[in-house]
């Protein structure tokens, strides 16, 4: 019962997380627009990054609860271990994807730039696809 009421309680609270506006975080254009310093510029991406991070593992975490209870009625876990592949696959795609382009800018050009907003764009990316799946 107590597993049934932690499953309960992980699936109200992503619901929770899911509705909070993302209207009201930084995103990369407001980012671009700030001209101070580089490292406050660096510390917005970084916030955007934390944010879409935290967004990420919550829809993650929605669709492991989601295969878990099904595959619990159905005896049927194929979905969920495919899935959570499917997650480590991204993980590791999304590290590859941006830190060839990292490699590909000089330092002083803003090597750690690109490497950001290619993490923003490729986890944007994969919080649409996960939003869309039923």
């Keep these: 019962m107590s597993k049934k009421l932690l499953l309960l309680s992980v699936f109200i609270l992503t619901q929770f997380l899911l509705s ?3 209207y009201a975080q930084k995103t990369i254009d407001e980012c ?8 406050k510029k660096s510390r917005c991406f970084d ?6 991070e935290r967004e990420l ?8 609860f989601n295969l878990e209870e099904k595959a619990l009625i159905t005896g049927r876990y194929s979905a969920l271990k495919m ?3 499917s997650q480590s696959d991204f993980i590791a795609f999304r590290d ?3 830190r060839w382009q990292y490699l590909a800018v000089s330092p002083e050009k803003g ?5 950001k907003k290619c993490y923003i764009l490729v986890t944007q990316s994969r919080i649409k696809e996960l939003s869309m799946v039923p």
């Design 20 to 22: 909070t506006p993302v």
């Design 83 to 85: 899935f959570k592949r």
């Design 32 to 39: 671009e627009k700030i001209e101070k310093t580089p490292e």
């Design 47 to 52: 916030h955007v990054k934390e944010r879409l």
């Design 57 to 64: 593992q919550t829809w993650v975490n929605n669709h492991v």
């Design 111 to 115: 090597a750690d730039m690109a490497y």
């Design 96 to 98: 590859n994807d941006c």
